[in-house]
């Protein structure tokens, strides 16, 4: 069974950065699809961006082009998103997510419906 821990959100002022990581269980990271997402309670689920497994291609939402970067380390199973230049809106729980079924961030990716498997979230607060 494919399970996720997700570690490192934290309160950052703006401007600020971290770096969340989602470390998988019960299967090789490197062969699948991870996605990342992002939600406010009682708001809709944001899609942030997928990297595609294999030949790691990698996609990203309009509003964090530039300042997030998705990468994985397949020696440590292990997928991060470094957030750079946050700003007060970025505030939210961050959700990785994966399938096995999914190897390719394909179209239609970001409504993540295709992703059975979530890492728990992370809270990441951008505040003064």
């Known amino acids: 069974q494919l399970t996720f821990v997700e570690s490192g959100g934290d309160l950052v002022q703006p401007g600020g950065s971290l770096r969340v990581s989602c470390e998988a269980s019960?299967?090789?990271?490197?062969?699948?699809?991870i996605a990342w997402f992002r939600q406010v309670p009682g708001k809709e689920r944001e899609a942030i961006s997928c990297?595609?497994?294999?030949?790691?291609?990698?996609y990203y939402a309009d509003f964090v082009k530039g300042r997030f970067n998705s990468s994985r380390d397949d020696a440590r199973n292990t997928a991060y998103l470094q957030m750079d230049s946050l700003k007060l809106g970025d505030t939210a729980v961050y959700y990785c997510?994966?399938?096995?079924?999914?190897?390719?961030?394909?179209?239609?990716?970001?409504?993540?419906?295709?992703?059975?498997?979530w890492g728990q979230g992370t809270q990441v607060t951008v505040s003064l």
């Open positions: 997510a994966a399938d096995q079924e999914v190897r390719k961030c394909s179209r239609g990716w970001q409504t993540g419906t295709r992703f059975a498997y």
């Open positions: 990297i595609s497994g294999l030949d790691g291609s990698s």
């Open positions: 019960g299967f090789a990271l490197r062969n699948y699809a």
